[in-house]
């Protein structure tokens, strides 16, 4: 067992209230070319909640769900917004914290899910004068813990729908699109952030007893510039299709995320919601791992572990720029 003395948990941000907003989206968006209409879009969703997401509050649920189990003090910190990893390594340092295993909220490889918050904790660490050495757990996307936890809201979720759809309902998974070359750059050998969610969803819906093809992967809440290609189909043009191919009612599973923010609570639940009514399909939607006691004891029982391998600074590297509207502008 690697000898931890804290635990941080290493999660997105989220904005807190309306002027919170802007600013918290430049932080996410600072040189990555995503589009200002594609912005206002996504302000208008925060706006539509308040300007509040719900994240950051989940994230203090799962400290207070963690902090009982580990006996050891538990952190928290984000990249985007408060509060920011930096400022808790700080705190980390000052409360003499040495050694400490960070739980990412983001189950599996690729450069938004690993990479970049490999990047903020070196950051955070190279910031701050005596930080404690801070090591990156591995992913969980095939954990039992996680699988438990997905497979028991995936049940639920059947159970909401009308008793006599739920043998014929389809399971489709989602996660979050994103650029193709970045897909094909997750992982020591490529591919790896599809692989795993791929992985995930077989064994989630094993755990529900639909193995082989009852099940579909889709992508959600893409961005970026129309002319580059992102992972698809979009789960609302997935189910206009399920439709014309005589499919009444769907289960989403957003497999690739751990709780339930905006970019579910808005694109499935507001989007995806509002396309199967328009279609006049049964939809329901499982919740994220959250706080479910099996991802609760799942974060103590990969601190027990063998401390992880660090992945070589090679691994889901931010595919070179085809990325900038500029540049896609400038061919
Ligand atoms: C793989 C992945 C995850 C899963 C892994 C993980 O969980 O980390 C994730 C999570 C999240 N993404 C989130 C929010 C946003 N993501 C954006 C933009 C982007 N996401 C990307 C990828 C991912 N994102 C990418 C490739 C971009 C394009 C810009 C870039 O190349 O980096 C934008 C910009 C506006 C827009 O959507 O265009 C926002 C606001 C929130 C917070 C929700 C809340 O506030 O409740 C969470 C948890
Ligand atoms: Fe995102």
Same mark, same amino acid.
Do not use: A, N
């Given at each position: 067992m690697a000898n931890y003395d804290a635990l941080v948990v290493v999660s997105f941000g989220g904005p807190e209230?309306?002027?919170?907003v802007m600013p918290f989206l430049e932080n996410v968006v600072r040189?990555? *070319? @995503?589009p200002r209409e594609r912005l206002l879009e996504v302000e208008a969703h925060y706006q539509r909640f308040? *300007? @509040?997401?719900?994240i950051n509050d989940q994230c203090r649920e799962l400290v207070a769900a963690l902090k009982p189990t580990l006996g050891v003090p538990v952190y928290w910190g984000n990249r985007n917004w408060h509060p920011f990893l930096t400022d808790t390594v700080g705190r980390m340092a000052a409360d003499g914290v040495r050694k400490a295993a960070a739980f990412v909220t983001a189950a599996n490889a690729g450069f938004s899910s690993c990479r970049q918050y490999l990047d903020d904790i070196a950051g955070a660490v190279g910031q701050v004068e005596g930080a404690p050495e801070i090591v990156k757990l591995r992913?969980?996307?095939?954990h039992p813990g996680f699988i438990a936890a997905m497979a028991d809201h995936t049940e639920r979720a059947l159970a909401e729908l009308p008793a006599d759809r739920r043998a014929t309902a389809r399971l489709v998974f989602t996660a979050h699109s994103v650029p193709v070359t970045m897909a094909r750059s997750a992982g020591p050998s490529g591919g790896a952030y599809e692989a795993q969610l791929r992985a995930t969803a077989r064994l989630v819906a094993e755990a529900v007893g639909r193995s082989g093809q009852d099940w579909d992967l889709v992508w959600q809440s893409r961005s970026g510039p129309p002319q580059v290609p992102w992972l698809e189909p979009d789960v609302c043009d997935h189910l206009t299709d399920l439709h014309e191919d005589g499919v009444e009612a769907v289960v989403l599973v957003p497999?690739?995320?751990?709780?339930?923010?905006m970019e579910v609570i808005y694109?499935?639940?507001?989007e995806a919601a509002d396309r199967a009514r328009e279609l006049g399909m049964h939809l329901t939607r499982a919740a994220t791992a959250g706080t479910h006691p099996r991802f609760v004891s799942m974060v103590g029982e990969l601190m027990a572990e063998p401390e992880p391998l660090m992945c070589a600074g090679?691994?889901?590297?931010?595919?070179?720029?085809?990325?900038?509207a500029e540049r896609v502008a400038a061919g």
């Open positions: 209230k309306p002027d919170d040189g990555r *070319g @995503v308040g *300007g @509040v997401s719900p992913h969980y996307f095939d497999i690739g995320f751990v709780s339930d923010h694109d499935l639940d507001v090679t691994c889901c590297p931010r595919p070179q720029r085809p990325q900038t």
